[in-house]
C-alpha cells in the first residue's frame, strides 16, 4: 500500500486497486475523457446537419470554431456569421450533468467572442424531461424561447437573447 500511495509501483492492475478500495468500503468508479483533437460522434453530426437544415439562407457556416488563446483546446460546436454578426452553437445530443454543462458553457460564452449563444439539443424524451426538470436554469442562461430563436434564424437575424433549441 505505501509503493503504491508513495508512487513507488510502477504497474497497478484496476482488480488490484478495486480489491484494495473494497477492503475499506469504497467502490471504484472510472471515467474517460477525450484527449487530442475534437472528434464528433454520429449523433453529435447528424444533430447538427438537423440543426442547420431550418436556419435560413445567408448565414456562413463555419465548424468547430477555436474560443480561446492559441493552445486553449476549446471549440464552439459551429459558428454561424452573416453581416459581421456571430451566433456561436453548441451541441448536446445527451443531457447528463445540467450544472456542468451550465458551467462549461457559460465559460465559453464569457471567453469567446460570439454576439449570442444557441444551445442545440437532441430532441429526445430524456432530454425533454430534463430541460422540464431543470427549466429555471435553463430559462436563466438561454432566455429567449426556441420559437423566438427560430424565427429569428429563419429570417437570417440574430436571436434577441440566448436561446436552446430541441431539435
Known amino acids: 500500500m505505501s509503493r ?7 504497474r497497478v492492475s484496476v482488480e488490484r486497486v478495486s480489491t484494495i478500495l ?3 468500503g469504497l467502490d471504484l468508479a472510472l471515467r474517460a475523457y477525450p484527449a487530442g483533437p475534437p472528434i464528433r460522434d454520429a449523433a453529435h453530426i ?7 437544415q431550418r436556419i435560413g439562407p445567408g448565414w456562413r457556416w463555419r465548424p468547430e470554431v477555436s474560443i480561446g488563446a492559441p493552445g486553449d483546446p476549446r471549440a464552439w460546436d459551429g ?11 453548441e451541441a448536446e445530443t445527451r443531457l447528463r450533468d ?19 449563444l444557441v444551445l442545440v439539443v437532441s430532441d429526445t424524451r430524456t432530454n425533454r424531461e430534463v430541460v422540464h426538470f431543470a ?16 424565427s429569428a434564424l429563419a429570417a437570417g437575424l440574430v436571436p434577441p437573447d440566448d436561446s436552446r433549441i430541441l431539435v
Open 135 to 150: 427549466r429555471p436554469e435553463f430559462v436563466a442562461a438561454f432566455p429567449a424561447d426556441a420559437r423566438t430563436a427560430w
Open 22 to 24: 473494497a477492503a475499506v
Open 46 to 52: 447528424r444533430l447538427l446537419a438537423r440543426f442547420r
Open 98 to 116: 445540467v450544472q456542468a454543462l451550465l458551467r462549461r458553457v457559460a465559460a465559453k460564452r464569457r471567453d469567446g467572442a460570439a454576439d449570442r
Open 79 to 89: 459558428v454561424l456569421v452573416r453581416d459581421g454578426r456571430v451566433v456561436a452553437i
Open 4 to 10: 503504491i500511495e508513495g508512487g513507488r509501483a510502477p
